[in-house]
């Protein structure tokens, strides 16, 4: 079975600052990889995914992140952070596009707090 | 676009009540996905539905839930004599088509007491 690991369970970055999110993942082929933020009290937004083709993939806002095949990771990034980007940070991915494989297994998260 | 709706936002019940909640997925989707959401599990998968039909529901707990999809604007998630362990955020999310990106709702809050 597939899973997700968010190592971080919570980081603190100041305004301006870059961020850095981990995510590793168990599975043996290739996933499909996403991350979503949650806001407090809202449901999941998307800030990009990862198909195939370059490892890099560039999100809403600013984030970016980068897939590595060699170490099972799909860590989210970005370079100056704003104090509206305080969330919580889901990692997730899913492992097809036929029926037995879309649903999304999730990290735990990681919560993220943005001082000014 | 009013993306995917959810109601009620927020439900209190007893213990040993019933629960009934309700998602309407974007327009045109055709997926529609449950997810529970608790502090001790995280986000977990419930089940899925294609086309209105039931396509996996190995999330589902055995006795108590069950989710229905009777036209392609709505879809139930029912919980029968509520437990406490039951208190969650509850997700719905729809996808245009399968393997499609998955859009959330703002999810039904329960409170089982």
Known sequence: ?116 | NAGVIQTPRHKVTGKGQEATLWCEPISGHSAVFWYRQTIVQGLEFLTYFRNQAPIDDSGMPKERFSAQMPNQSHSTLKIQSTQPQDSAVYLCASSLDEGGTQYFGPGTRLLVL
């Open chain 1, 1 to 116: 079975a597939q899973s997700v690991t968010q190592p971080d369970a919570r980081v603190t970055v100041s305004e301006g600052a870059s961020l850095q999110l981990r995510c590793k993942y168990s599975y043996s082929g290739t996933p499909y990889l996403f991350w979503y933020v949650q806001y407090p009290r809202q449901g999941l937004q998307l800030l990009l995914k990862y198909y195939s083709g370059d490892p890099v993939v560039q999100g809403v806002n600013g984030f970016e992140a980068e897939f590595s095949k060699s170490n099972s990771s799909f860590h989210l990034r970005k370079a100056s952070v704003h104090w509206s980007d305080s969330a919580v940070y889901f990692c997730a991915l899913s492992v097809g596009t036929n029926s037995a494989g879309n649903k999304l297994t999730f990290g735990i998260g990681t919560r993220v707090l943005v001082r000014p």
